[in-house]
């Protein structure tokens, strides 16, 4: 009997733990299915996405190219608008200017809030449940917004055109603005919905989805609660400021397999069974999500990647714009000044290359837009002349250099202005030039220019020709691969990373082009490229003479159109040399500037005084420029001042990054006087700008050495400087006993000027106790990462004064800090790195002392 009893008690409990682990598996591959499923639910909802973003790209195209023939011809206003509406009957165009005068269909201000915001140059998309949805565009005349154009849908017309529950029976999806304002409802949206939508559960399920959303392009989320079972899931729409969310209903995706596991509670005889398939199942489903799993992971670090590159490139903009800023800013207040002939032809020449390595620079750090698909082509009116003029003087001296003979036909029939890219244009000569060039050892490079007409559009062709290496036959196919150099035991003197002619056959196809490649190896090639070109005007080029001479710049000093005595204007940089470029740039426009070296300088000024504008460097130590300007924002009285930002990191992105951080512009360093001045005369009031005629003509010869003026003294930055004073130089090798400082090497980086030498040498001594003093508390503190900064400036201005022996002793000691910070770096390569720093700082800040009391001014 007791037998019996443990037998049934055994079964009883052999059942109990097989119905446990029943419910226990089953609970498993429920969770596990809902998280596969979500998967498969965010690819679904990164399709509809781009779904969404194509239909809102289908009626915002023809309304963009509306836009732009009305920037061009303003009085086909009326033509425009029954252009739209023919074409596109469902919304009903219109055209409205700064006070509110409408063309064909009337349009309330009050009824969209957003359309304001199209009249500072935004393309806009807004939403009325009255009225309908509104597509906005701005009408650029120059640089001024002087209409919008819009098309409005009525709601009836919404479902139909912009809605997508039309992607399947199940799938209901809602367009909102980022900030969750609705924007496009499904269609029979009701009062149900809403309520739907405020649920808790509900609400839960779309904090997830944003939080996935920070690290996917799409994400969805299981959720269970009063309203039933769903998946949530959303996407942001690319290149719109909407968001897009939805739902669908469980049973949708998983339902059928409800009947299978209510089967597993209740037939014992079938549950052997059941583990046994149900194992396989877990096994596959396991190995399904170990391969997601891999693919996130690949995506991450993909993303990572992506990244790092990305800092990168805005890492290398900072260092090359800043020395850039510097060149061109002094080189243009060498041009204000009265010169001789040859010397303003000099200038002139040094303008007109830093303008084309500007364009250069910009092109490599856009390198990635390429790669993802993202480059814009930003056609415009351009002369062919000045092209081919920059082109030649660009690559001329590289050709005379290796005592090659560089020669450039052109067609004289040929129309002179264009529309196009200018700058894609330029870069492809100077690729297919600078390639000619570097693999042409003796003899020739020649550039014939030509082309064909075709009603209004002109088939350009360039050919560059040269003596060179030539192409073996079997290499060809490889000319355009990415990162690829041929012939490498031939070339291997020769620099170059493979892009050139990538990036070359990648813009004009781009842009409709060709490029075709003849070569005999061993004698020479031939790149010839065909671009079409609208052409502006039939006036020909003329006669293209390399070796005649352009017409150089005039005198500057009188080429601003307005004075401004009464107007405050902050000028907030951490680099000395800036800011005096900068001061020195406005002087002529006589504003009263007052100069800040950080953010809680610029501050402590704000609330000492009222500016009409801001000019705020992006990149300070301590507190950089977008965190000074929200702190400046909750300041009282602060709503009439209109803040720029100054930024040298100029990659993709940037104007509309601090446009939507609450700059009202920006300008990208170098920046020209005449970028400065147009920059104020747009944002100073009216009332305190005055016509250039009602003041005294400035003398000719601005004095370089003249301070700026400043409310107050400003402290020096204490933490990582965003740009250095000027260019980072290699220090060519001392002499055995040269001086503590070399004024002719001072003097080769301030472009010779000796007026701008003193005032280095002045602000190298003003501020050396002070940086000693930093260094000093971040060596004992041990700062290490404030420290490498504070060196590394060192290094860039001991060179600049002139005084190599610093440049180098500061050089080897910044070496020694990254050493000490890198993340791969092991104990003992850390120790070395930091037995280093102590043997070498008290020497370094006494080198410093001397340097700094010989700067002295006398």
């Not at 904090?207 to 299981?222: D, G, I, M, P, S």
């Amino acid at each position: 009997m007791n037998n019996r009893k443990k037998m049934v008690l055994t079964i009883m409990m052999t059942l109990l733990l097989i119905f446990l682990s029943g419910i226990f598996i089953q609970q498993r591959i429920v969770d596990m299915l809902n998280k596969a499923a979500e998967l498969s639910v965010a690819r679904q909802t990164e399709d509809i996405s781009l779904l969404a973003a194509e239909r809102f790209h289908r009626f915002m195209t023809p309304l963009q190219t509306a836009a732009h023939h009305l920037s061009a011809h303003e009085q086909d206003k009326e033509v425009v608008i029954q252009m739209l509406t023919k074409q596109n009957p469902q919304g009903q165009a219109g055209l409205i200017d700064f006070q509110h005068h409408t063309i064909g269909r009337f349009l309330s201000t009050t009824s969209f809030p957003r359309l304001q915001t199209a009249f500072h140059g935004n393309t806009i998309i807004d939403y009325n449940p009255d009225i309908g949805i509104l597509l906005a565009t701005p009408v650029f005349f120059g640089d001024n917004v002087r209409y919008v154009l819009y098309q409005v849908y009525p709601p009836e017309m919404l479902p139909k055109l912009f809605a997508l529950s039309d992607y399947d029976a199940f799938t209901h999806v809602i367009i909102q603005y980022r900030d969750g304002t609705l924007a496009v409802p499904y269609e029979n949206y009701t009062t149900k919905d809403t309520r739907f939508w405020a649920d808790d559960t509900i609400q839960a399920g779309m904090q997830e989805v944003h939080e996935r959303l920070k690290r996917n392009k799409a994400a969805a989320v299981y959720t269970e609660g009063a309203e039933g079972k769903f998946f949530v899931f959303g996407a942001d729409l690319p290149q719109t400021d909407f968001s897009m969310i939805g739902y669908m209903p469980w049973s949708a995706v998983a339902g059928q397999i409800t009947s299978i596991y209510q089967r597993v509670l209740f037939l014992f005889s079938l549950m052997l069974i059941l583990f046994a398939c149900l194992s396989i199942y877990l096994l596959m489903a396991q190995t399904s999500v170990a391969e997601t799993e891999e693919l996130r992971k690949a995506r991450l670090e993909a993303d990572a990647a992506n990244q790092a590159k990305s800092q990168f490139l805005a890492n290398m903009s900072h260092e090359i714009r800043t020395p850039l800023n510097a060149i061109s800013g002094m080189n243009e207040m060498i041009l204000r000044q009265k010169l001789p002939k040859e010397v303003r032809q000099y200038a002139s020449n040094i303008k007109s290359a830093t303008a084309a390595l500007l364009t250069i620079i910009n092109e490599i750090l856009d390198f990635s837009k390429i790669e993802s698909g993202h480059i814009e082509i930003v056609p415009t009116d351009y002369q062919l002349e000045t092209i081919l003029r920059e082109v030649c003087t660009l690559v001329g001296l590289r050709a005379q250099a290796k005592n090659l003979q560089f020669r450039i036909h052109v067609d004289p029939y040929l129309p002179n202005n264009l529309y196009g890219d200018a700058g894609r244009i330029r870069q492809i000569l100077i690729n297919l030039l600078n390639n000619a060039i570097k693999y042409t050892p003796s003899g020739s490079v020649t550039l014939d220019v030509s082309g064909h007409r075709s009603e209004n559009t002109l088939h350009l062709r360039a050919a560059v020709t040269d003596t060179g290496i030539g192409i073996r036959e079997e290499d060809k196919n490889r000319l355009f691969h990415v990162f690829e150099r041929l012939d490498i035991e031939r070339n291997r003197q020769i620099e170059g990373t493979g892009l050139g002619l990538a990036i070359t056959q990648r813009l004009l196809t781009m842009m409709k082009g060709s490029i075709k490649v003849d070569s005999i190896y061993g004698e020479g090639s031939t790149f010839t490229i065909e671009l079409p070109q609208p052409i502006q005007s039939f006036d020909p080029i003329g006669d293209f003479n390399l070796d005649a001479q352009p017409v150089y710049e005039t005198d500057l000093s009188a080429h601003t159109d307005f004075i401004a005595p009464s107007a405050h204007v902050l000028l907030v940089d951490d680099n000395d040399m800036n800011c005096f470029v900068a001061s020195s740039l406005l002087q002529e426009t006589q504003v009263q500037i007052t100069i800040a070296h950080s953010g809680n300088e610029a501050l402590e000024a704000l609330q000492k005084q009222s500016f009409h504008v801001v000019l705020l460097d992006h990149m300070m130590p301590g507190m950089d420029g977008i965190e000074t300007l929200h702190k400046a924002k909750e300041l009282p009285n602060i709503g009439n001042t209109r803040f720029i930002a100054l930024t040298a990191t100029a990659i993709s992105g940037s104007r509309e990054k601090f446009l939507a951080e609450g700059f009202d512009s920006y300008l990208s360093k170098p920046m020209t006087g005449a970028e400065l001045t147009a920059m104020l005369q747009r944002y100073l009031p009216p009332e305190v700008l005055a016509p250039v005629s009602s003041r005294q003509t400035p003398s000719a010869t601005a004095d370089l050495t003249s301070a700026p003026a400043t409310a107050e003294p400003a402290a020096e930055p204490a933490a990582e400087p965003a740009a250095e004073p000027a260019a980072e130089p290699v220090a060519p090798p001392p002499a055995s006993n040269e001086p503590l400082i070399d004024q002719e090497v001072g003097l080769k980086y301030c472009n010779n000027m000796q007026a701008i030498y003193n005032n280095v040498l002045t602000l190298f001594n003003k501020h050396s106790e002070d940086k000693i003093a930093q260094m000093d508390n971040d060596y004992t503190t041990g700062n290490w990462k404030n420290y490498r900064i504070n060196i590394h400036a060192l290094k860039s201005t001991a060179l600049t004064i002139g005084c190599r022996s610093l440049n180098k002793k500061a050089q080897d000691q910044e070496q020694a800090a990254k050493d000490y910070l890198a993340e791969d770096a092991t104990a003992e390569e850390q120790q070395q790195a930091l037995n280093y720093l102590q043997e070498h700082h008290a020497g370094i800040m006494e080198l410093y002392r001397q340097v700094a009391k010989e700067a002295k001014p006398q």
